[in-house]
C-alpha cells in the first residue's frame, strides 16, 4: 500500500510539473522616452503569448510573459533582470536600449539566454547573448549604399550622446569614409527639446541627406525642429522609429520627405521567401484584430523575440538548461520575419542584406523613392 501510495504521489507531482507554465521573461521600457521603444515591442511578445496559449500552449504547457519595466535606466535593467531569473525564466528577451542592455548582459554569464533586437548590441560569441537584427553597422552599411545609388556623397548626421549615440558615431566612423562619403556630426542630448542649433551648424551647402541616429522622444525634437527651419533634404530616422507611435507623434511636423532603416519585412512584398511573407502578412492581421493596431517595425522586433521563443520552447527539450538553448541556437535557423541565424562565432542573427531603406508615403511605410 505504501509502495502504490508513493507511486501516486510521484504521479501527481510530475503531472503537477508538467503543468506549469513556462516563463518567459521580458525587459521594456513602458514609461519614460522610451516608452514607444518597449511598448511596442511588449505588445508583440503578449500577442505570441494569447494566441499560443489559445491553441493551447506548447507541449501541453501554457506560456507565461512576465515583463518589468526597466524605463530605459540601466540600474533599473539590471534590477529586472535579477527579479527576472529569480522567477525562474527560462529565457530573457530584452526590448530596451543599448545602455540598459549592456547593464543587464553581466547577469547572464551563465545563463539564461538573453534575445534582444537591438542592432547597437553585438553580443561576445561565447555570452548568453544573442541579437536578432542587423548590427548598427549593417544598418549604416546600408544608408551608404543607397547613397551611392543615388550619387550622393555628402551626409548630414545627428546623434545623441547616450550609449546608443556613441554606437551610431562609431559607425559612421567605420563606414561613411570607406565608402567615400563625407559627413557633417552633431551631438545632442536625448532629453532635449530643440536640435535648431545642431541642425543649422551641420546642413551646409550641398548636403542632400540628413540621417538621424536616434531613438525615442529626442527623435521627435530632432523632426519638430527640422520642420522649424524649413528644411527640405529627405530625413533618415532610425531603426526604432519606423512605427506608427512615432508617426503619431509628429504627424504635424513631418518633412517632405521621411526616410528610415528598417527590415525588408516592414514592406512585405520585398520578402522573397513566400513563407516568410504569409507569416508577417497574418502576424499583422491577426495583431490588428487583438489590439486594434497596425504592426509595425517595432512590433516586427518583438516578433522576432517571439518567435526565437517559440522556437527554444518546441525544440529544446529543457528549455531550463542554458548551455541547452545555447546550443540550440548556434546551430539552428529561426524562421521569423526574415531568416534568423547565428553560430558559435556569430551571434547577430542577421546581415546589411536583410535591411531596406524605407520611405513613408500616403500613410504608410514603403521602399525609398530615389534620392532627387
Known sequence: MRLLAAVILVALTNIAHAAEPYVIGIVAPTTGPLTT???????????????TNAAGGINGRAVQVVHCNDEGSPEKSAACVRDLIAKKSVLLLNASVTGPIRAAMPLVQNGPAMITP????????SSYVFQTSPSDIDLTRAIALFLKRNNTDQLAMLASTDASGEVGVASAAAVFPAEGIKYELARIDLKANDASIQLANIVKPGIKVVFSNYSGGGAAAVVK?????????????????????????????????????????VVPELLDDPAQRKHVEDFMVSYKQMNKDNADMLTLLGLTLADTADAVLRNVKTPDDAAAVRAFLETSVIQSVQTIRWSKTR?????????????????RWTNADPIQ
Not at 118 to 125: K, L, T, W
Open 347 to 363: 551571434h547577430v542573427g542577421m546581415t546589411a542584406d536583410d535591411v531596406a531603406i524605407l520611405e513613408y508615403r500616403n500613410g
Open 118 to 125: 537591438s542592432p547597437n548590441i553585438v553580443p561576445d560569441p
Open 225 to 265: 525642429s527640422y520642420s522649424n527651419l524649413g528644411l527640405t533634404q529627405p530625413l533618415i530616422v532610425s531603426y526604432a522609429n519606423i512605427s506608427d507611435a512615432f508617426i503619431n507623434v509628429i504627424k504635424n511636423d513631418l518633412p517632405k520627405r521621411l526616410l528610415g532603416t528598417g527590415v525588408k519585412a
Open 37 to 51: 521603444v518597449g511598448v511596442r515591442q511588449l505588445y508583440a511578445v503578449q500577442w505570441w503569448e494569447r494566441t
